[in-house]
């Protein structure tokens, strides 16, 4: 074979479609709750290899926002869903709130909010429930009387209970080296509390609870848990936004159109084709 032939032969190859991705799809993550409340819960965590594209095909793909805060009613809020395909993974719970008006359990989501106190529920994770799960429950607050909140969930551990000393720290969340490097996410956030104590977030993006002030947001593009707020009703962090990364083999081609709507860069990884979506809803087709 001459070498046009070979250089024809290649491009040829290289135009070809795959046939299945792997991909990560990560959740908004929730608002952490306001008043000494609990940390949110971060956003789903889904990851799969072999998952089965169709070349031609429009595949739906929707990174979702965080949720939202106030320091006054609605307080906290879910984070919103993140979707590749007929993959959705679930927006983050929000924490609880300790207002007369508010919720004073956790939040249902990917992963569950903490809640305020010891008596009120904490949001349940995995809901509604994928295998393998996409997140994990919130936490407990303080039983001391202080109601200190308890962290949000994480894609890898529950949110620790509120303690006597201050809110409990978010549940820790999961790596992927899906771009080529690891990368944490979907870390709980942070318990708030009224004695002045800073509760971790969760490492993969959680903010940190505040005993003083505003709870601190969770990472953009990680979709990582609100903190919850301090005393004096200080309301809790916003969630961080969520993402979308798919990746195949460089020996196939690129993706042939992406919608308007979509946000996205190419991180360089060895051998692969690697697309990572930050913002917006649309489509791609391969």
Do not use: C
Not at 52 to 77: K, L, M
Not at 97 to 116: D, I, K, L, M, Y
């Amino acid at each position: 074979m001459s070498g046009i032939q070979m250089i024809l032969a290649a491009n040829a190859a290289s135009a070809v479609a795959p046939s299945t991705v792997e991909y990560l799809v990560v959740a908004g993550g929730g608002g952490g709750g306001t008043n000494h409340g609990g940390g949110a819960g971060a956003g789903g965590f889904r990851t799969a290899i072999g998952f089965s594209v169709t070349a031609g095909t429009p595949i739906t793909v929707t990174v979702g926002a965080g949720g939202t805060t106030s320091s006054s009613s609605p307080y906290g809020q879910n984070g919103s869903n993140s979707v590749f395909s007929s993959t959705t993974s679930a927006g983050g719970g929000a924490g609880a709130n300790n207002v007369a008006t508010g919720n004073e359990a956790g939040s249902n989501g990917g992963s569950g909010g903490g809640t305020r106190n010891s008596s009120s529920g904490a949001g349940v994770g995995n809901t509604p429930s994928t295998s393998p799960s996409q997140g994990n429950n919130g936490g407990l607050g303080s039983g001391d009387g202080g109601d200190k909140g308890a962290g949000g969930g994480g894609a890898s551990a529950v949110g620790q209970v509120g303690q006597e000393s201050g809110g409990g720290a978010g549940g820790a969340g999961t790596a992927s080296s899906i771009t080529g490097e690891s990368v944490t996410y979907a870390g709980g956030g942070g318990g708030g509390s009224n004695n002045g104590n800073t509760a971790s977030g969760g490492a993969g993006g959680g903010g940190n609870g505040r005993g003083s002030g505003v709870g601190d947001n969770g990472t953009v593009n990680t979709g990582g848990g609100g903190g919850g707020g301090a005393s004096g009703n200080s309301r809790g962090g916003i969630g961080g936004s969520g993402i979308v990364i798919i990746a195949y083999p460089n020996t196939f081609s690129e993706i042939s159109s992406i919608s308007g709507g979509l946000t996205y860069d190419q991180p360089t990884r060895a051998g692969y084709r690697v697309y990572r979506f930050t913002a917006g809803t649309g489509t791609i087709t391969f």
